[in-house]
C-alpha cells in the first residue's frame, strides 16, 4: 500500500518535505522488505533523521543527523529511543522547545528530564489532536 494512503496523523500535520521524506522511505523499504512494521520503523527512521517530533507535528531539524542513542546505534541497538524528540539537540534547543510547548519547570531541569517533558508533551498534544 503507498504510505500516502496510510500516512500517520504526526506527519499529516507536518510540512510536504517531511510527509514526502516518510512516503518515498516507506514505499522503498516495502519494496525491499515487503509491507509491515520494518517498512514504517524505517520510514520513521529517515524522519528523524531530518525532523524532531514538536507538539503534535513535526519541524525540520538545524542539523540532520541521530536524533537519538537509538537512532545512532542501529536496529540492534539497545538504547532508549527519545520518541522524536531530538535527545542529541543542546540543552539550549531543548529549553527553546519546552517553552514553545509550555512546559513548566524547565529552568531546574537536566537535559535527558528536558527529553522526557518534551515526550509527554508531545505525546499529549497528539493525544489531543486526534481527538479532535
Known amino acids: ?17 517531511a510527509q514526502d521524506t516518510y ?3 516507506h514505499d522503498s523499504a ?5 509491507e509491515g512494521e520494518r517498512a514504517h520503523r524505517t520510514a520513521f527512521a529517515a524522519v528523524k533523521h531530518s525532523f524532531e517530533k514538536v507538539g503534535d507535528h ?17 536496529k540492534n541497538s539497545r538504547a532508549k529511543t527519545a520518541g522524536g524528540v531530538d535527545a ?9 522547545v519546552a517553552k514553545r510547548l509550555d512546559i513548566t519547570g524547565r529552568s531546574r531541569m537536566t ?7 518534551i515526550q509527554r508533551a508531545n505525546a499529549a498534544s497528539t493525544r489531543r489532536a486526534a481527538a479532535k
Do not use: C, F
Open 88 to 96: 542529541n539537540a543542546s540543552k539550549q534547543h531543548l529549553m527553546d
Open 58 to 74: 513535526w519541524e525540520a531539524k538545524a542539523e540532520k543527523g541521530p536524533s537519538d542513542d537509538k537512532a545512532a546505534g542501529g
Open 30 to 34: 516495502v519494496d525491499q522488505y515487503g
Open 1 to 17: 500500500m503507498p504510505a500516502r494512503e496510510d500516512i500517520p496523523s504526526t506527519l499529516r500535520r507536518s510540512s510536504k518535505k
Open 23 to 25: 512516503a518515498k522511505t
Open 111 to 117: 537535559k535527558a528530564e528536558l527529553v522526557d517533558a
